[in-house]
């Protein structure tokens, strides 16, 4: 079965970090685009960054030079470690298969930032 | 960045209704075009690629159309399980997201 399980999201002080992981079942990550999506508390879906197959990585520009998108072959998990964060960036963060169209999501972690 | 632009953000309707939602984009996209599906507290849900392309197991009333710039999903007979909010999401440059429909019962 495609599966995709996000963790690591919480609570953090402003300008804290934080490590969110998908863990990926079901296809290989090395092989796919990975994307992550973020939705702020009522607000619509904002993307965020991509890592390519060859591994080629993309950020937008709200969370580039903060935010990194890497991946573990060996655990077919792909990583977003995210630093100085601000409240801004207090979302739901979805991982997703794909660099265009997503057709697999998993059910998303919670990053609240707040003093 | 290329903006997406979707109308309207709130559709009230019945069931049985044919409800039709609007993408706009800044600039031409091609069929680079996607979209979603939205319930409350779960994560999206592709419907259509390409414009037009329906997933596997998405129901037939569901379709997409456009090209370049104009877009539109289109729901035949609305069912009880389609109110929710939709997103149309374009790929032809940086990935960009509509704004948003939320689709309520009437």
């Known amino acids: 079965e495609v599966q995709l399980v996000e963790s690591g999201g919480g609570l953090v002080q402003p300008g804290g970090s934080l490590r969110l992981s998908c863990s990926v079942s079901?296809?290989?990550?090395?092989?796919?685009?990975m994307t992550w999506v973020r939705q702020a508390p009522g607000k619509g879906l904002e993307w965020v960054s991509v890592?390519?197959?060859?591994?080629?990585?993309y950020y937008a520009d709200s969370v580039k030079g903060r935010f990194t998108i890497s991946r573990d072959n060996s655990k077919n998990t792909v990583f977003l470690q995210m630093n100085s964060l601000r409240g801004e960036d207090t979302a739901v963060y979805y991982c997703?298969?794909?660099?265009?169209?997503?057709?697999?999501w998993g059910q998303g972690a919670t990053v609240t930032v707040s003093s | 960045d290329i903006q997406m632009t979707q109308s309207p953000s709130t559709l009230s309707a019945s069931v049985g209704d044919r409800v039709t939602i609007t993408c706009r984009a800044s600039?031409?996209?091609?069929?680079?075009l996607a979209w979603y599906q939205q319930k409350p507290g779960k994560a999206p849900k592709l419907l259509i690629q390409?414009?037009?392309v329906l997933e596997g197991g998405v129901p037939s009333r569901f379709s997409g159309s456009g090209s370049g710039t104009e877009f539109t999903l289109t729901i035949s007979s609305l069912q009880p399980d389609d109110f929710a909010s939709y997103y149309c999401?374009?790929?032809?440059?940086?990935?960009?997201f509509g704004q948003g429909t939320k689709l309520e019962i009437k």
């Open positions: 997703a298969r794909g660099s265009g169209s997503m057709d697999v």
């Open positions: 079901g296809f290989t990550v090395s092989n796919n685009y």
């Open positions: 890592i390519h197959s060859v591994g080629s990585t």
């Open positions: 600039q031409s996209i091609s069929s680079w």
């Open positions: 390409m414009a037009s």
């Open positions: 999401q374009q790929y032809s440059g940086v990935v960009t």
